[in-house]
């Protein structure tokens, strides 16, 4: 089954994605289409597999562990106030992981409700001209993250 998170690793692996921030070990960083909040990304595994429970334990570790990297260079770049990690597999049958930072500044009738009460048709959409200085941060962000956790 081909679904738009292979499309999406399928692009990627051929330089053909613009959303792409960076590779990691477990698979693809990549920015959202809609940017409601500023620096919301995807981890995208590859290869692709249906769900968390389809890798074995090792490479669930490091895809689990992935995504805490992009949160915590997320925090870093984009002055957040927390992550929100989300998993669900329910429309792709392929495991992909939704990270939100979620800001102070939000208006208070969405701030304390999951990302998906946002009107994600009126959101801006990517933009790879003005995404790309925080996609180039992002980067920056994990690769010092990651560099922390080989020497930590």
Do not use: C
């Not at 994605?17 to 920015?31: A, C, E, F, K, Q």
């Not at 429309?91 to 969405?110: G, I, N």
């Not at 409700?113 to 946002?118: D, E, G, L, N």
């Amino acid at each position: 089954m081909t679904t738009l998170i292979h499309q999406r690793v399928a692009a990627a692996q051929q330089g053909t994605n613009p959303t792409v921030i960076t590779r990691m070990r477990s698979g693809w960083v990549v920015l959202g289409d809609v940017q409601f909040l500023p620096g919301y990304s995807l981890l995208l595994p590859d290869p692709v597999v249906p769900d968390l429970n389809a890798l074995p334990p090792e490479p669930r570790s490091q895809f689990l562990t992935d995504m805490a990297i992009l949160g915590d260079a997320l925090l870093e770049v984009t002055g957040a106030t927390r992550i929100n990690y989300e998993i669900l597999g329910n429309s792709e049958a392929a495991l992909h992981a939704h990270v939100f930072p979620r800001y102070a500044t939000e208006p208070e009738e969405l701030r304390r409700k999951p990302a998906w009460f946002y009107d994600w048709d009126m959101a801006p959409r990517f933009d790879w001209e003005r995404d790309r200085p925080l996609m180039n941060a992002i980067t920056e962000a994990i690769r010092r993250q990651v560099t922390r956790s080989d020497n930590g």
